[in-house]
């Protein structure tokens, strides 16, 4: 069964410093993995979409990078700003659950003034 | 464009009571699926529907859960006779053309059950 670690749970950093956030899975058979932000009583925002087939995906400040082979993948932000402040889901789908995407539990971040 | 909407944006209901949650995905898209976020459970699958094909059920946590998807478009799914561990915010999302592209969620309905 797929298991999705997002370490740390929490983390608070000053503005402008980078931010580094881990996923790692304990399946490597995935087709892709999506990275999500999640502001407080709202909905899921997407980040960004690696395939299984990429190394990595990039979207301005961000960047998202997949290593399979080690069920590992990491985002990071550059240049953080308080309104990157909220928490961030990993998901992956894995090829024996189409349709299904896992989460981690996520990492709170607080970047701050 | 309009995004995924859900409705109620809140609920309360008794316990035993059942109650209907609505998403209206973005449209065009083929693919709508449902999962659950609560405190204890994180956010986990419920259901997926991808065009005309049978849904993917296998994430229902019991027979009192159930979903429909009308003309490929609006979905409803249902709790019946409420149970105080239902409470939790469902989140309805919806994908273009299948469940191998970008998942794009709606901000939720919050249901709790007294």
């Known amino acids: 069964k797929q298991e999705v670690t997002q370490i740390p749970a929490a983390l608070s950093v000053p503005e402008g410093e980078n931010l580094v956030l881990n996923c790692s899975f304990t399946?490597?058979?995935?087709?892709?993995l999506q990275w999500f932000r999640q502001d407080p009583g709202k909905g899921l925002t997407s980040l960004l979409l690696i395939q299984s087939s990429q190394r990595e995906q990039t979207s301005g400040r961000l960047n998202a990078s997949l290593d399979k082979s080690s069920g590992r993948s990491t985002l990071y932000i550059a240049a953080s700003q308080p309104g990157d402040s909220a928490t961030y889901l990993c998901?992956?789908?894995?090829?024996?659950?189409?349709?299904?995407?896992?989460f981690g539990a996520g990492t709170q971040v607080v970047v701050t003034p | 464009g309009a995004g995924v909407s859900q409705s109620p944006s809140n609920k309360v209901t008794e316990k035993g009571k059942d109650v209907e949650l609505r998403c209206d995905p973005i449209s065009g898209h083929t693919a709508l699926y449902w999962y659950r976020q609560s405190l204890g459970q994180g956010l986990e699958f419920l259901i997926y529907f991808q065009g005309n094909s049978a849904p993917d059920k296998s994430g229902l946590p019991s027979d009192r859960f159930s979903a429909e998807r009308t003309g490929g478009s609006v979905s409803t799914l249902t709790i019946q006779r409420t149970q105080q561990e239902d409470s939790a915010v469902y989140l309805c999302?919806?994908?273009?053309?299948?469940?191998?592209?970008?998942?794009?969620f709606g901000p939720g309905t919050r249901l709790l059950v007294l």
């Open positions: 999302a919806s994908s273009l053309a299948g469940a191998g592209e970008t998942q794009y």
């Open positions: 998901a992956v789908m894995t090829t024996d659950s189409w349709g299904k995407l896992q």
């Open positions: 399946d490597s058979a995935i087709y892709n």
